[in-house]
């Protein structure tokens, strides 16, 4: 009997001994991460400039006083967008790509896609658009400045807008105009439906090319919110202060091990800048600008600028000229050999449907639009007597094809 309790006793004490071991062991490593992530910083801040070293002093105040956006005197292909220090030059990027702006709350995200947008603003040959699928909360400043999307349905309706028509459309062109479209809000990722998704991920792989590009700005980077069909194709990265290392690796990747740590940042307004010409050189910390919402809000753009028309390109199947919009669901609707000046959606597919009856996927390939404008322009037509539903599909009126056709 004394020998079964001497070996529970040494079993016993073999396993709190193993216990406090691991309990040491860990105690010990989360003592030299810190340890570790300490240097780190003073690393960093020992290779730093001296006026980068005081304004790690400076109250949050003074630096936004010393780095607020001031309008160039001319326009340059570059955006400037940052300083190294009050007396360092001054950083730019080239608007003509995606750029994705990364950061907390209150790290500066908002304030540098401002200042992006004021520079588009200023460029008579740049349109820009604000898109926020929470009632325009996060883009109150860019209303009055450019068109601003605020619910999730007029969201969903540009993108298939952008993928049926206008892309098609630029791509005909020699030098398509560019678009500058402002997404401040990583909930769009999560609220848009699967076709949605799919029309952004198509924007976002092709549109660079075709002059359509997109600025996006992310709080909280997550790998289960940010897919990466469409975080591989942001070219510049503008990466503010970050919380986690997590964070931190989905915006950067396996750059952060080479030493780009935003989540080691110091202080809000200090950013790095990632584009493929500094994809080898060495993490460079700057200040970026700072523009308030007040701000933009009172900027006026230089020069007007003309919206260009989109048009599909023409159906040689079909013979249907091509039309100008695709938003324009609503108007009366006139025949189009009646008056000059009519209702383009209507009069199309009254042309489509000239050859006889047709379905509304025939009508969109016919006309161009998307089968879900189609329908519903079709509802209204039906509703005012102009077409009817018949079993091969809908068609003219008799008494409107007979007109027609004097």
Request: a positive charge.
């Amino acid at each position: 009997m004394t020998v079964y309790l001497c070996l529970a006793a040494a079993a016993g004490a073999w396993f709190y001994l193993r216990y406090r071991l691991r309990l040491w062991k860990a105690t010990r490593d989360a003592r030299r991460a810190i340890v570790a992530g300490q240097a780190a910083k003073e690393r960093e801040a020992a290779r730093r400039t001296p006026t980068q070293r005081l304004h790690a002093v400076l109250p949050d105040a003074a630096l936004a006083r010393l780095f607020r956006w001031t309008p160039e005197g001319r326009i340059r292909p570059t955006v400037r967008i940052a300083r190294r220090g009050l007396f360092g030059r001054y950083e730019r990027i080239r608007p003509d790509q995606h750029i994705m702006v990364v950061g907390f709350t209150g790290s500066g995200k908002s304030s540098a896609l401002r200042v992006l947008a004021a520079w588009a603003l200023s460029n008579s040959c740049w349109s820009l658009e604000a898109w926020d699928g929470k009632w325009g909360a996060s883009v109150r400043a860019y209303r009055g400045k450019c068109p601003v999307l605020d619910t999730m349905d007029a969201i969903e309706a540009r993108l298939a807008d952008l993928v049926a028509r206008e892309l098609p459309a630029r791509a005909l062109m020699a030098e398509p105009p560019h678009l500058a479209i402002i997404m401040d809000e990583s909930r769009l990722l999560n609220e848009l439906s699967a076709a949605g998704m799919r029309d952004l991920v198509t924007v976002i792989q092709t549109g660079r090319e075709l002059g359509v590009h997109l600025w996006f700005g992310l709080q909280d980077p997550k790998t289960d919110s940010v897919p990466s069909e469409i975080r591989d194709q942001f070219s510049a990265k503008l990466v503010h202060q970050l919380q986690t290392r997590e964070a931190a690796q989905v915006a950067l990747k396996e750059l952060v091990a080479a030493g780009w740590a935003p989540h080691r940042l110091m202080r809000s307004g200090q950013m790095l800048i990632w584009t493929p010409v500094r994809a080898m050189s060495a993490p460079r910390v700057v200040y970026g600008l700072w523009l308030s919402a007040g701000r933009l809000a009172a900027l006026e753009r230089q020069g007007p600028y003309v919206a260009p028309e989109f048009a599909p390109p023409v159906d040689l199947h079909k013979g249907v000229a091509p039309v100008a919009h695709a938003f324009d669901l609503g108007g009366p609707a006139q025949h189009a050999t009646r008056n000059a000046r009519t209702d383009e959606f209507a009069e199309a597919i009254e042309r489509a449907l000239l050859g006889g009856p047709a379905g509304v996927r025939e009508i969109a390939r016919a006309t161009g639009r998307n089968p879900g404008s189609v329908h519903r322009k079709i509802t209204q037509l039906a509703a005012r007597g102009q077409v009817e539903a018949t079993p091969d599909g809908f068609a003219l009126p008799p008494a409107q094809e007979e007109g027609t056709s004097q």
